[in-house]
């Protein structure tokens, strides 16, 4: 009597090719949205401080209302 034995190549979980494809989109997500909050951030610095006034903000205080919920500033 013979015995057979088979193996299937395992894969390790995390490096399939539909990792590396969501890995893109997810840099790309958050490409267009960077540029969308320096283009933000650079609208705020072309005020006045009266205007950031009108709106509750400093000068110094511009980076962290814009990126505040994506990093600890």
Same mark, same amino acid.
């Given at each position: $009597?013979?015995h !057979? *034995?088979? %193996?299937? @190549? =395992?894969?390790? @979980? #995390?490096? #399939?090719?539909? *990792?590396?494809? %969501?890995?893109? #989109?997810?840099?790309? /997500?958050?490409? &267009? %949205?960077?540029?969308? =909050? !320096? =283009?933000? /951030?650079? *609208?705020?610095? &072309? $005020?006045s401080? &009266?205007?950031? &006034?009108? %709106? #509750?903000l400093? =000068?110094?205080?511009? !980076?962290r209302?814009?990126?505040g919920?994506?990093?600890?500033?």
């Amino acid at each position: $009597m013979a015995h !057979v *034995t088979s %193996q299937t @190549p =395992r894969t390790v @979980p #995390g490096f #399939g090719l539909g *990792t590396i494809f %969501q890995s893109i #989109g997810n840099t790309l /997500v958050m490409i &267009a %949205q960077a540029n969308s =909050r !320096v =283009r933000r /951030v650079e *609208t705020l610095n &072309a $005020m006045s401080d &009266a205007e950031l &006034a009108k %709106q #509750g903000l400093k =000068r110094e205080d511009i !980076v962290r209302h814009v990126f505040g919920d994506m990093y600890y500033l």
